[in-house]
């Protein structure tokens, strides 16, 4: 049971890593202004099964690597809550400091600094 639920929570970032903007999405675009429909429907199926196959040997081979060094998996359960650990303590020190927008005309767009805020070009 725990191994279906490890694959559909792998299933599932691969979806959302699917959906989300990247190299794949720039080639699938591509392929759809360049070519049919159907060839770029099937340019993102192919990523979309090659992204599924690599996760699941990914996956499989977590799995046979933890059962056959079972401390392996504790270590590696207690690094990430020591990595966590370590994240919270970096964002509640940060929270005593003022956020402040240094050098904002470097963080303003070129339009932006030279007609101003109220004027439109």
Known sequence: MTGLIAYVGIVGAVLLGAASPGPSFIVVAQTAMSASRR??????????LGGLFFASLALGGLVTLFSLVDPLYAILKVLGACYLLYLAFRIWRSARESFTLENAS????????????????
């Open 39 to 48: 060839t770029a429907l099937s340019v993102a199926i192919g990523i979309g």
């Open 106 to 121: 470097a963080h303003t767009s070129a339009r932006w600094a030279i007609k101003g805020p109220n004027k439109m070009i």
